[in-house]
């Protein structure tokens, strides 16, 4: 039987370098295929990077209850299913999602052996100091972005593991003694 955990951090963190680096080093673990209701983008491949969904096939599943989480962002649905989490594990898959901290904790509800992993700025300062780094959302953005993550680092007290992300070879390291042993 595979394992699974669950990653979450704010935007800015570093999460997907962290995921990216700790895949490439551990190639015995998958992330997750997630569904959506957008439209694929140049390149992306059906059941590769998600399983695209009509809106009518996203509220079936909702319907009868086959996500262990999904959301709606920017108008468009995303979501985890039930059977294919399920059917990756029981082929021995060690299976990584990486989920807001809302969809991570419904998870754990649905499937306490689940590891959730949090990944955290070195300061909340630095996060900032990141985010308005890259200059690519506005001023309101930036402080949306800063509010909701003040709310995701005190849900991340209910997870099992926190890691902060100020040495990405100490972080990924740390990510491989927990996902690893």
Same mark, same amino acid.
Request: glycine letters at 2%.
């Given at each position: 039987m595979g394992k699974l955990f669950v990653i979450s951090g704010s935007s800015g963190v570093g999460k997907g370098t962290l995921l990216k680096l700790f895949l490439s080093r551990n190639p015995e673990f998958k992330l997750s295929v997630s569904c959506t209701t957008r439209t694929p983008r140049d390149g992306e491949v059906h059941g590769i990077n998600y399983f695209y969904l009509s809106q009518d096939e996203f509220q079936k599943l909702i319907d009868?209850?086959?996500?262990? !989480?999904w959301a709606e962002f920017s108008g468009n649905r995303y979501g985890t299913q039930k059977a294919?989490?399920? @059917?990756? +594990?029981?082929?021995?898959?060690?299976?990584?999602l990486e989920l807001d901290t809302i969809g991570?904790?419904?998870?754990?509800?649905?499937?306490p052996e689940a590891k959730l992993i949090f990944i955290l700025p070195p300061s909340f300062? !630095?996060?900032?100091?990141?985010?308005?780094?890259?200059?690519?959302?506005?001023?309101?953005?930036?402080? @949306?972005? +800063?509010?909701?993550?003040k709310a995701e680092i005190e849900r991340?007290?209910?997870?099992?593991?926190?890691?902060?992300?100020?040495d990405?070879?100490?972080?990924?390291e740390e990510l491989e003694n927990i996902m690893c042993s």
């Open positions: 009868n209850n086959e996500f262990l !989480e294919y989490v399920e @059917k990756k +594990l029981s082929e021995g898959k060690n299976l990584i991570a904790l419904n998870v754990k509800k649905i499937m300062d !630095e996060l900032e100091a990141r985010l308005r780094g890259r200059h690519t959302e506005t001023e309101d953005a930036i402080q @949306k972005r +800063l509010n909701s993550t991340s007290t209910q997870y099992d593991y926190r890691i902060v992300n100020d990405l070879d100490k972080a990924v």
